[in-house]
């Protein structure tokens, strides 16, 4: 069992940063890869990037390559999520999540945090 919380989301001028962190309680989350979903009003959740449970082989959405860094440090059972040169389409609901494979799709994942707001400002 696995419990998700996300922080870091806020309301930040276009080109700005964020960083999104996802603390996971539980003894078992070096066992998890970890994803990074999103979700606009009106819209299906998206995926916007994934890493194994040892922080190996990074994946990352189109939209974000390049201007996001997954990462997670398994001592402090945390994953996070680098957001640099926001775009107002960056915004959304932020949502972390783990599950057994890093996969892309929402359905692959079995735990989920409640999200943390992002709003990009133009």
């Known amino acids: 069992q696995v419990q998700l919380v996300e922080s870091g989301g806020g309301l930040v001028q276009a080109g700005g940063s964020l960083r999104l962190s996802c603390a996971a309680s539980g003894r078992t989350f070096s066992s998890y890869a970890m994803g990074w979903f999103r979700q606009a009003p009106g819209k299906e959740r998206e995926f916007i990037s994934a890493?194994?449970?040892?922080?190996?082989?990074?994946n990352y959405a189109d939209s974000v390559k390049g201007r996001f860094t997954i990462s997670r440090d398994n001592a402090k059972n945390t994953v996070y999520l680098q957001m640099n040169s926001l775009k107002p389409e960056d915004t959304a609901l932020y949502y972390c999540a783990a599950g057994p494979t890093p996969a892309i799709v929402p359905a692959a994942y079995g735990y989920w945090g409640q999200g943390t707001q992002v709003t990009v400002s133009s």
């Open positions: 890493i194994t449970w040892g922080g190996a082989y990074p």
